[in-house]
């Protein structure tokens, strides 16, 4: 049994998983919605009387959304000389659905996000439940930074290093479009969660976890765990694209640290003061 703080009702674990299941299928049926969205619409504009524009959706499944997003990861993402392929007859239908299956996570995400909330909600503390708040807009800024980030520096980069060998020995240079998507979809993801660090050392130091001077201690082994984790990801033998991921770690971890000694803190004063 588990008691809860609204009305001290005791809720059994049966109940929290039947919740559960309620909250995960409403997530699933969101998700699920734009995928389908994604994957067969597209959006056109229409004029009333040539003065006033609107926008509407049209069932065009092979020119939706997901697909002109496809074409406009190929035209900023790739070098020119590199195309893509298909290998398989279904391999084409595949990166769509994997792109649309990604807009609908990433546009779904605020339903996620309440879903996630309101299940953890009753269990937590008043400063736990401010904690969790005030972490929703940094931590979702620090996301899209860290994909702004992998989208425009570090893919283009990687995959014309990748392929200028290709370039230089003058042979044809194709891609497969099911790589192609996992690719960028496996950065995009990883940088956006890699720009979360100062979120995480804040909420360690600010909960008593870690002290902010820890943070200084281990700035060396943090650095060193950086240029290694550049060089795991990056196939790069010269070492420019692993200083390109290492850089802007190091600055995050920093800004982390100063932050934490300054006493940036997410936790309410009261809170801070007993602790």
Not at 173 to 179: G, K, N, P, R, Y
Not at 219 to 248: E, K, N, Q, Y
């Amino acid at each position: 049994m588990v008691k809860g703080e609204s009305g001290g009702k005791e809720r059994s674990i049966l109940d929290h998983l039947d919740e559960l299941r309620m909250r995960l299928i409403r997530i699933f049926i969101v998700v699920g919605f734009l995928t389908i969205f994604f994957f067969m619409f597209k959006i056109r504009k229409a004029e009333f009387y040539n003065h006033i524009a609107y926008y509407y959706p049209y069932p065009e499944i092979f020119n939706s959304i997901a697909a002109d997003f496809l074409r406009k990861l190929q035209q900023d993402l790739l070098p020119e000389g590199v195309r893509l392929i298909q290998t398989t007859p279904a391999e084409a239908i595949t990166a769509i659905l994997y792109v649309s299956i990604f807009l609908g996570i990433v546009f779904g995400m605020p339903v996620i996000v309440y879903e996630v909330i309101s299940f953890i909600a009753p269990g937590l503390y008043p400063h736990e439940k401010k904690l969790i708040i005030k972490l929703i807009l940094p931590s979702t800024i620090l996301f899209i930074a860290g994909c702004v980030f992998s989208y425009y520096v570090l893919i283009p980069f990687i995959i014309f290093f990748l392929y200028r060998y290709g370039f230089a020995l003058q042979i044809a240079t194709f891609l497969t479009i099911e790589s192609f998507m996992s690719f960028v979809i496996f950065f995009l993801v990883s940088f956006g969660l890699a720009f979360q660090l100062p979120i995480i050392m804040i909420v360690l130091s600010s909960l008593g976890i870690v002290e902010p001077k820890t943070w200084r201690e281990y700035l060396r082994i943090a650095i060193f765990a950086f240029f290694v984790f550049g060089a795991a990801i990056t196939p790069d033998g010269s070492g420019i694209t692993m200083c390109i991921v290492a850089l802007p770690l190091i600055i995050l971890y920093l800004l982390g640290y100063v932050l934490s000694v300054k006493g940036f803190s997410l936790l309410p004063k009261s809170i801070e003061e007993k602790a």
